[in-house]
């Protein structure tokens, strides 16, 4: 079947795929001014020309050398890989058997149940309620109380249970007619059968957990416990070297590019996990059910 | 929906056992209902602090009660009406300048016929919402700092004077708005997307052999059909309107522009945390989840009337 194609056609079409160049240059851009301040050594001049050119006119990796090497950083990388490794083992410990609970037809009680949850989630009484049952069960100034108050995420535990009622029931009550118990059927059966949810989940808290700031402002006193987003937003409101770098140690990197290096390093896993992401997280929200 | 109505009227005796079969299931979701009880529960039981004139000394039941007055002197005070303003104000902005910007996003996606330019611009505009909000704060800094940003740079090479962009109380706001737009654009658009992407292709085959060009099949095929979604998202938007970015406005404000940027959330956090004041905080916290709750449960009824689906 041919179509006619009119000037005003082509006119639309070349409208449309202009706006998304402008839209790709519009989230590019900034991406790669702060990867090229990274990279700029301190002895350039000349700012201007620094602003439109494409690529660094000279390259150092000082900065990168310097924040890898320095002893706060590798600290700080180190307690927020603890706390998502913790996040993520326990959130999963604690949705898996929730959502499965609630996916469950024949158990009673499961409205209550469903109840229970919804109402905490609809109504937050805020930050100092919460805070105060932090610090009084003695969490403070623990890596815990960074991913322990928010092991369960409703969301996710909804998408969850989207997954889990997904499952053909006959498979669950067939294997207890066969006397296997409740927990041979999540274990053995449901569990092998969730690969796709539970990587997505585990990556939706384990994304939550690393990029997690506040919790860490507020609980978290140690300097020997702070997390890389903290660490970083330290660097970044760091008007001079003198507040960041100890008070004899040398810099050969600007404070900008060691803010942008900063910037970028924090965000390595992001873009190392993001194809995973990608492939996971639009599956996985339409898996949830968030019709369209 | 037979099991359901089967375990409702199920007799007593049959009830029990039923429970007894399934007993592993409910020993399996303890610790989670323990974790409910401690970290969301127990919480609402300590909000009656609001209540009181909480000494911390005394703790929350040695305080005594004071009824509304902390209510009443946050209402009387000069930062009740900014609060509101300012939270009210970005919300609508971000839901103003968002929702369009995430669908035009996704119609141009839709509409375009390069595959390359799909998977380039749907893989970039999809990143930044996993990035946290100090690496956008970073970002920011690379592109609106006064001494050598990318936006100022660009304005001295013109002639212009450059502009504090972050500290500014006049030009806060936009940065608010815009580097919320462009951090969510992506993320937001796949939902619309998913809706293009469901319409039947046939309707666009027949207003092809009509003779309707590209701008008619928007207005009466596309538009209407993701009507609908539209809607949704507004309307659960809208359910949170309370709730205008805290962790955002936390990491970029700054004294300067505290009287532009203060939403309910973060003077809750000034006022609590720095300021000792819990009761008063706990108060502001009580009243803003309490409307927030009520803006919630309304916007998701009319959106399980209108479209059948829910947030839950």
Known sequence: ?292 | MRSISRAATVPRRNLWREMVRHRALYILVLPSVVYFLIFKYLPLWNAQIAFKDFQPLDGIMGSAWSGFDNFMAFFKSYYFTELIRNTLFYSFAKLLFGVPTAVLLALAIFESKRPFFRRLVQTITYLPHFLSWIIMYGLLLMLLSPGDGLVNDVLKLLGFKPIAFMTTASTFPWVVILSDIWKEMGWSAIIFLAALLAIDPSLFEAADMEGANALQKIKYITLPSILDVIVVVVLLRLGNILDAGFHQIFVLYSYPVFSVADIIDTWVYRQGLLEFQFALATAVGLFKGVIGMALLVTSNRLVRKLSGSSLY
């Open chain 1, 1 to 292: 079947m041919k179509v006619r194609r009119t000037p005003f056609d082509v006119v639309y079409q070349t409208t449309v795929e202009v706006f998304m160049v402008f839209i790709f240059l519009v989230v590019a851009i900034p991406l790669w001014r702060i990867i090229m301040q990274s990279v700029t050594p301190i002895d350039f001049a000349g700012t201007n020309l620094q602003a439109l050119a494409l690529s660094p006119l000279k390259w150092s990796f000082k900065a990168y050398e310097q924040m890898l090497s320095h002893p706060s950083f590798i600290r700080a990388a180190a307690n927020s890989t603890k706390i998502v490794a913790g996040g993520v083992v326990t959130s999963l410990a604690l949705t898996i058997p929730l959502a499965y609970v609630l996916a469950a037809k024949t158990l009673p009680g499961r409205k209550i149940l469903s109840t229970f949850i919804l109402i905490p989630f609809l109504f937050n009484p805020g930050l100092i309620p919460n805070y105060l049952v932090i610090t009084g069960l003695g969490l403070a100034d623990k890596l815990a109380a960074v991913f322990l108050p928010g092991a369960i995420s409703v969301y996710n535990t909804f998408v969850m249970k989207s997954f889990f009622q997904g499952i053909p029931e006959e498979l669950r009550e067939s294997a207890r007619i066969d006397g296997a118990s409740e927990i041979t059927v999540l274990f053995r059966i449901i569990l092998p059968l969730s690969k796709p949810i539970l990587l997505t989940i585990g990556l939706f808290y384990g994304v939550h957990f690393w990029n997690d700031f506040f919790s860490a402002l507020l609980y978290l006193n140690s300097s020997s416990l702070t997390p890389l987003p903290i660490l970083l937003r330290n660097i970044l409101m760091a008007a001079s070297m003198n507040e960041y770098v100890e008070a004899n140690a040398f810099s050969e990197a600007s404070i900008l590019s060691i803010k942008a290096a900063g910037v970028i390093l924090a965000s390595l896993p992001m873009v190392v996990a993001y194809p995973f992401i990608q492939k996971y997280f639009t599956k996985g929200t339409l898996l949830g059910g968030v019709k369209g």
